[in-house]
Each structure stands twice: as structure tokens, then as C-alpha cells.
């Protein structure tokens, strides 16, 4: 966190609440994306984005910059959103993100991406949702390493522990992906 | 994604393990497809300026001094804000008046409602197997489960689908119902239907709560469809008057209650402190903490029985209860009782009043269907024939199958009881829909397979004539049509 983003967060603490401006200029396109990436759906991701800033607007004064990272506080807000709005669907099985629905035909999807995205949803779809979450920011979002790890609020080293988890839901013939995603993971 | 991306992944990959280099071309295609697929989303400049206004036209009214104790929501200006603080001091305050949901019936002629199906035309019908599907997912918290009614995989399948991410829906048994009931005699030739007064004037309802506070006739030209406000306080609620359809919700106001997140730095954290199934207080706790809200905000339910757990999201067999999902919030129903019988809803729930009570915080966190229980009524045809009722029931009943596909299992029904349904019914000079209720058969189920899982409770069938012709020879439909 650079100091500009440490003052801002401050003055909201403080009550100088336009501040918070500052940080969804800094934070707006990402979020976004962190979203659309969990959902494929425009409207569904202009909607979550909008409730994770007014949630984080509502809740900017509490937030314990000893406590961890204003990124990963924002974005965890946004997973939070994510879940609650599939949740709502009233699934059994907790949902993490619209890959969890593959196949689903009534869950609405842009349909621009939606052949791109069916490429990669064999491999995807089968990790649980905090290794595609990995595999995503790395991979899409382009996030450096220790981003990530900030935001998921775990270890390099238990990042490649969850990793070694999905290797016994990989079928065999997908076993050279899986190489590859492995070793991406090891490396974040 | 350019080359150079590519490469960098690469040899990120090969500083792990550099035995990988010698498959470098196909690592290469791989991760390469795997960058393709990236969407090249890019956020809609227009949302993000109105996003900004929005957010800030919310700071701006954050800052503003509250006088009452009590904060109009930022989307309510002006005249409305006059009422809305009228309303919400009357509803929060007025200690010595009861908001009554008294039922009370006026009689009208036979018939009076006309037909008491929608025509087809209108596509208004309640009816089809994606409205009974689409209807399961009203209610408080839990974890209803779509699909209709039919069966759930087997336990096995069940168990496969719980640990396979990815695998959300189960193959579907369709059901075989099969009458073990007595013989019933159906003697009425006439039922009485009864119709809700759904479209209120906004000063009859004030009227109605009693509030008495102030004379709101200067507003009587003024046309109010809906209005809400906020309770801006730690546990402070929301609460949403539909003046178009008499209905007003309670809702938990999040911003001033605790948030898992905001104790929590990490997703350990988050899954350490998820609901455990020891969480959930007692039926007679869950019931002690929504009657205490009912009596502190003076709402009076007279018309209404005894509250009962909604608790089917519990019932997950070949799940295990560790990885059955405790919602945050525990539903009740005081089910509505008209002449001391209840009346379901075409998925084959009681209606009546909900309760949600967050778990975490052993507080009512919502309050929904709170409505005024005024009725017209009018007495229709009623079915004799309880051969052609049995018929009926065993296809399922108002909220049947119209497809036979696929493997079926039997599921044993018993002798009904008579209590009522409702029926939604497209009202085309209004544009609305209003809310019919109906004499009904209420056939309990009395035994289910032992493969797979079956949660519907009861089979219903209208007992007025017409509705059993309209829904007895259905055009049968293809699955996913």
C-alpha cells in the first residue's frame, strides 16, 4: 500500500468520507473485473461491484489497517458479495463463483465470452474455488504474487498446499493441465 | 496476452522444476489457452460515473444531522420523506396502538371474480412446471432446493456431487403417487373462493395501523406505489411498504449490523466462524426471540397460528451435516388460518407470515408477507367426484410434472384434509396480480422411497371445478422447454 492510498484510508477513518472517491478510483477496474471474472454476467457484476463499494463505504471506519491489507479487506468483500448473490439462488452445495454452475442453463452468462470460456472451464471447474481464485488473479488478473497471497491472507507455502489438494480430482487425461497449473501455483 | 507474458509464466515454471523444459511446446500451447480464454472485459465507463455520483451522493447524505433517530433512505426526497418519518416513528414508537392483520371477508354474488384461471394468452398462468420451480425460492435464509418436487440423486450420487466441485445438480426420479387414503364423500356443490384487497389506497393503510399522528388527507391526491425507510441505529432495521400490493417487509439494515468480514482478516477466519448446526438455538428459543420482536412492535396476529420452523434445507440425506451449508438466519412461518384451516401455496408451503432470526446474533433479522388479511368473497362450482380429484392427485396435483421422462419411484399419499390453495390470477384492467383463495384437498404424503429423497410434504387439488378442468389434461411439455 503506497502512502497516498495510506492517507486516504485514514481520512475516511477520520470522518473525511469524499476520500473514499480516491480509493474507488484505485480500486474500481479491479474490483470489476475480480467480479465479472466470478460471474461472466455484466449487469450481475455492475451490480455485486456496486454493493461491495457502498458495503465498504458503509464500513470504511472500522476498518483496522493493523489488521491487514485495505486491499484484501475490499476484496473479500466482493467474494462476499459474490457468494451471497449465488446463495440467493438457494443452491444445497455452497457456491463460490459461476464456474461452480457449469452447465447451468439458467444462471445468465454474456454470451461473447461464453465459448472462449468454455475452453478452460474442463480445467477450471474441477479446483475448489479459492484454487481457481489463485489461478485467476495470477493468470488474468496478472496480479504479482504477493498480491494475491495478501488477499487470500495465506502463505506461499499454503498456497501450494492447497494446490496438492486438486490433484486427485484431475482425470488422467488432464493430468499434463494439471502439471502446468501446478507449477503455476507453486511459483505464486 | 503477448509472448512475453507467456514466456515469464514459463520460466516461472521452469525455476520450480526445470525437467519441464523439455516439453516447452506444449506448456506453451497450454497456458497459452489457458490466457485466451481470458475475457477482455473492460468496465463500463457510464456505470463507473454513475457509480461515483452515486457513492457520492451517499457520503453526502451520511453526514447530514439526524433529528429523530431515524434516516430516510438516499432515494427518498422531499413531500414522501414527511410520511415516510410518520410512518416510521408510528411503527417503531406507537406503543399503544396494534398493527392489526385482522381477517375479515365482505360477500359478494356468485362468480363474482369471473373465471379463476388467467388465459393462456397472457402467459400469466401460475401453473407451468417453471413457475412451481421459480416459487420454491421465496422464504427466509435456509437452502430450498429447486428442481419442483421431483426426487434427488441417490445418496452415492449425492456424495460424489458434494465432493466434486462443479456438480451442483442431481439427476431427478419422477414420482408415482399412489392413494392409500380412505374413500371420501364430497357433498358441497359450492366452494367459497376468496379474493385479497391487494391494491390499497397508502392512507388506508396508515389508517389501518392506527397511527392517528397526523392528518395525512392533504396528501390524498398524491399516489404513492411503495416506501421505505431506514432505521439508522447498530440492529437498526429497513422496512419496504408496497402500497400496490398491501404487503410490508422488515429487513435487517446490514451497514449497522456485525459483518463476518469485518472481524475477519482471513478466509480461515471466515470458515472457523461459519454457523455449526450447535449454533442453532432451540425451536422454543427461535420462537421466544420472534414472539419478543412481534410484541415490542406491537403487531398483533390473530389471524395467524402457531409458528413453525422452516427446516428443509436440513433435510440433505447422503450429505453429511458438516458439509450441509447452516444458514445465517433460521426461518418461522405463522402460517395464516381462515375459519381454522390453513392455506398453502402451490409448492406446497403454508403462507403466512415469516420470520428470519440471524443465528449469529440470536436477533430477528427480517420479517416478511406482513399484509392486511382483507377479503371479498364468492362462491363458485365445486368437483364432487372424488374418483376424478384422486386422478388428479395422483398426477401430482396443482403443481405436477407435465413430463414422464426418466426412472420413477413410488410415493405413498394419504387420506387429504380439506383446507385451502392459493392461485394468482392476472387482473388485465389492473395489470396486477391478485391473490385467490381456494377450498382445497391437502393429500399428506405417507411414505417415500428409500432411494434418493423426495421433500415435498403434501399434494394439492383445487376443489373448484374449473380449476381441475383447466389443469387436469395439460399439453404435456419436453424437458428444458
Known sequence: MDNKEQKLIENCKKGDLEKFGGLYEIYIDKIYKFIYYKTHHKETAEDLTSQTFFKALEKVKDFDLAKGQFSSWLYRIAKNCVMDYYRTKKETIDISDVWDLAGREDIKRDSEFKEQLEKVEKYLEQFTSEQREIIVMRVWQDMTHKEIAEIIGKSEDSCKMIFSRAINKLRKEEIFALIVLIQLIKII | MSNKQIKNILEDIYKIDDSLRVRGPQLEKIVAEILEAKPLVSIDEKFKKELYKELMERISGLKQERVTGFKLSYALVGALAVIVIVVGVGIFHTKSSQVEFKFTKTSLNDEAFGPLVTAQENGQSANSADDVAESRDSGVGGGAKGGGGGMAATPDQIA??????????????????????????????????????????????????????????????????????????????????????????????????????????????????????????????????????????????????????????????????????????????????????????????????????????????????????????????????????????????????????????????????????????????????????????????????????????????????????????????????
Not at chain 2, 422488515?250 to 471466515?270: T, V
Not at chain 2, 449454533?279 to 397460528?305: M, T
Not at chain 2, 396486477?432 to 404424503?445: E, G, R, S, T, Y
Open chain 2, 160 to 481: 460424489v456431487c458434494a465432493g466434486q466441485t462443479g456438480c451442483v445438480v442431481p439427476p431427478y426420479y419422477f414420482p408415482e403417487y399412489i392413494y392409500t387414503g380412505e374413500d371420501i364423500k364430497l357433498e358441497q356443490t359450492r366452494v367459497e373462493v376468496l379474493r385479497r384487497k391487494n391494491k390499497m389506497e397508502p392512507l388506508g393503510i396508515l389508517e389501518s395501523f392506527g397511527l392517528g399522528l397526523v392528518d395525512l388527507s392533504v396528501f390524498k391526491d398524491a399516489k404513492i406505489q411503495t416506501v421505505n425507510f431506514v432505521q439508522d441505529k447498530e440492529y437498526g432495521y429497513t422496512v419496504s411498504i408496497n402500497f400496490e400490493e398491501g404487503t410490508i417487509s422488515i429487513d435487517a439494515y446490514f451497514p449497522r449490523w456485525p459483518q463476518l468480514y469485518d472481524k475477519c482478516a482471513d478466509d480461515r477466519c471466515i470458515e472457523e466462524n461459519r454457523i455449526k448446526f450447535s449454533d442453532i438455538p432451540s425451536d422454543e428459543e427461535l420462537i421466544r426471540i420472534a414472539n419478543q420482536f412481534i410484541a415490542e412492535h406491537g403487531i398483533s396476529l390473530k389471524s395467524y397460528g402457531q409458528p413453525e420452523e422452516e427446516n428443509d434445507w436440513r433435510n440433505q440425506p447422503g450429505i453429511s451435516e458438516a458439509q450441509i451449508y447452516v444458514p445465517d438466519s433460521i426461518s418461522l412461518i405463522y402460517p395464516l388460518l381462515i375459519d381454522g384451516k390453513s392455506v398453502y401455496e402451490q409448492n406446497g408451503i403454508k403462507l403466512g407470515i415469516r420470520v428470519g432470526i440471524n443465528i449469529r446474533e440470536k436477533r430477528v433479522s427480517g420479517m416478511y408477507n406482513l399484509s392486511l388479511q382483507e377479503y371479498e368473497s364468492s362462491m363458485y362450482d365445486a368437483e364432487t367426484d372424488f374418483s376424478r380429484i384422486l386422478k388428479f392427485a395422483e398426477k401430482g396435483g396443482i403443481s405436477r410434472y407435465y413430463w414422464n421422462e426418466g426412472q420413477t419411484r413410488k410415493v405413498e399419499i394419504g387420506t387429504p384434509v380439506q383446507e385451502y390453495m392459493v392461485v394468482w390470477k392476472y387482473d388485465r384492467d389492473n395489470q396486477m396480480n391478485k391473490m385467490l383463495i381456494i377450498p382445497a384437498l391437502i393429500f399428506p404424503i405417507t411414505k417415500t422411497p428409500a432411494e434418493g429423497y423426495y421433500y415435498p410434504k403434501n399434494i394439492i387439488v383445487p376443489l373448484a371445478k374449473e380449476l381441475l378442468e383447466e389443469n387436469e389434461n395439460p399439453v404435456p411439455l419436453l424437458r428444458g422447454q
